[in-house]
């Protein structure tokens, strides 16, 4: 049986990584490379490596290359991680009134553009329902108030863990998370915040962008972090405005670009193509 | 003889505005509007208005439309402006070592994309001469220590008002301007920003949009106020960058967009195709 | 009773036309202008004008103003129609079996992007019957074979007639109109095709982008006419593409321009903001 | 002392690839991979790769490593390449009466962007002159006349030849090249092509595009073969017009295409980031 696998490695940069991982991938599984890119980030002196190969060896597994590849990472120094094609990944968008992020998403899973499992639809508004139950994903509403944010939480931390979800896609949800929640799941949750960050962080953002008279418009995709809007970015658009744009220009308008970046960035992260370091990302192509 | 002229208004919006100038155009000088534009601010309750238009009838000038025009111009309470395109602006370009954007100016001037007298060129490098000389504009060499800095500007001042400049072009010009030089040029003085405003804003900036790992990369134009990097944008531009492009590559690229957002600006100012309001601008294409 | 409007025109190029109809406007109808635009081509001598008003009027409606407005539409040898919003546009899509345009119009038309009622989805095939269910439009399905082929147009004709269809919207759909019934509907047909035109005519076009090594693709939607791909265009995008995009690569990212060209043409043209000439539009911004 | 050192590859696709090319690396030269790219054309079963290495072995030069690699180039059937930086290319420009992409090349090899000797001015016309002396390259004014077109271009070929020239760029050069011209020089002409390539090919593209009524315009450079605007495509890029852009408007917009497009397709031959097959670029990033 062939198997398929993306091995995602990030160090820092020695002489001999490319042949040492190429060989090891050559001797230990007689390995078709598919794809692989490298990246040095010449100033912090780090090596990132993306290797997407194919092997018909019985023992290419999870228990099996960890046992296999796991001196010549310590001998190398290198972070890493292997995911196989077989296993697909589980995830849950969460939202909140705006549903049109959640609606590009769906149509886009229904098409196969996003080969994942959409287990699970959160919100703090009754709204997403009907969409969620039109393209048969489990939905859970769960409002929120100041007294019971706390225990909400909980129950979504709860529903996480039930559900084994690998990824979280706030797809306009106007909540904030707590730090708690947000540590418990490093580089695994992505946000769309519709402007071009760092410009016009926080709330309003295209009000912001219209008092300012900005002759372009943005949305900005980015793994969330500790500090709000300050997430390693994965990807941004922008889009041309006129003084004929008044403010529902500008809020239609970003509409369209906030669906481009967040698709993207939920892409590329189901492909394991992102790695991320230095608060930045690596998009490979 | 046929004059060519552009009128430009702006005002508290009103019934009638258009139909009232349009038979003022008509009746008083039989006018032919070449181009007509109108902009509204709903929420502020403006009117903007730019008509270009041509006149066969022998007081189409200066002093006779100032006379006819402005009682109508009380009776609707209109700040206007009025240029016969018999009269060529006068531009100067203020420059340090950074050549690009000089270089780009000099040769768009020559092919007659900008259609002005280039009259100066200013600079606190001796970097620029060869090139001002090679196309045939008068260079000025004003070295600016902290010392002298006060006197450097007297003398800009003066360079200025005896070379009758309409326009000063901050072509990468790394000095800053006093509030005192910039009051006495009020929208008349387009600077270019390297940087996607109000993102990076000040020194340095796309150090710092390296340092944050933005997708995209932009420059800005935009009149000068009091208020660093705050006036009015006039135009901004965007190009892509990836984890392959170090800072090298985003100084390099960014050149290109500084050249583009500057030339537009300089040119549209000289179309007199900008109209400035609440810190935004009004572009009439 | 206030009502809106849009007045559209073209005529042949003249002195006056502007203050003509600002006071046609003002002295019939005492209306406030809230956009007026104009556009002249120099070349061919003709002048294009919108103006959409205000008027509390009791007599500004569709005969009341034909009636007004007809001697000075004959004397200025104006080709002019007038829209009053009160009228809601009907509009039929159709679809084949890609149905990305087709769920990106309906979430559109459900946020209110699209003012419009969606009066009819025709397909030759079942596939977007729930799609048209869970928004609630009535969904025809009309398969069609070269045999059935002119039957099936008649039935069309009919449904168009019995719905008092405005607009048809051709979202991906993948049979080709016969010239009658493309000549039933002058500038009433938009369609979307995935290519850069005129790049790219006729069938398959990602597959000849793909082909040809373009490193962009792009998408148009354009008024229907007698020759296939030849209508006057409305909208056109672009994106980048790499040697990493491989032909499904191109599919997908097409995909997403579709959706942009094909929605702005429906939105200017339900805002009248359109008009053809010369096999070109002009976009009234 | 350390080389640095570029080497291309393009081969049938097979197992072992980057491993076998990287051992080499590592094995004969020590080498510090700089950067390393690679590319598979899955529907042709073609493998494409550049790495950029340094090295302080003393044998690293271009006999030393052709006597090297020839035997696993001959094992692995690879087509290949190599280029040492130390030598700098030579490159010609050819130019009309269009000065614009060659005022821009020249101020860009000025600033460092361009690494290469400019050895050679050509033109047909004596415009060119003063930008060729002002940056101090050297001109040729070879006049064209039907009569004289064999004789000059047994002189171009002379000039190239004597010059040692690596590399043609065609910087809006209006005449025609001879296939015999074009065969002695294969992969080694850039053209840039003031359209959006395929559309528009031929005289006057803007012309046509005007005429069409597009809604964007581009540009395009390429490599120069047989068939006139046919080559392999190295960039394009485009910009938005509209109704208020007359054709000197286009005209002057795409001037700006002509020279971004142009220059990133030199930057980046010069840099050996350019592969093509089947009549497409790889462009390594």
Known sequence: MTTTAVLLIDCPDRKGLVAAIANFLVREYDANVLNADQHQDAALGLFFMRVEFQSDAPHCDGPGFHAAFAPLAVQLNLNWSITFAAREQKVAIFVSHYLHCLADLLHRHQTGELPCTLALIVSNHESARPLAEFYGIPFQFTPVTPVTKEAVEQQHLDLLADNEIDLIVLARYMQILSPRFVEAHPLRIINVHHSFLPAFTGAKPYHAAFARGVKLIG???????????????????????????????????GRDLERLVLSRAVRWHLAHRILSYANKTVIFS
Chains 1, 2, 3, 4 share one sequence.
Do not use: F, M, N, W
Request: hydrophobic share 30%; proline share 6%; no cysteine.
């Open 219 to 253: 949305a900005t995709s980015h793994y969330v972090t500790a500090e709000l809007d300050e997430g390693p970015i994965i990807e941004q658009d922008v889009t041309r405005v006129s003084q004929s744009d008044q403010l529902p220009d500008l809020i239609q308008k």
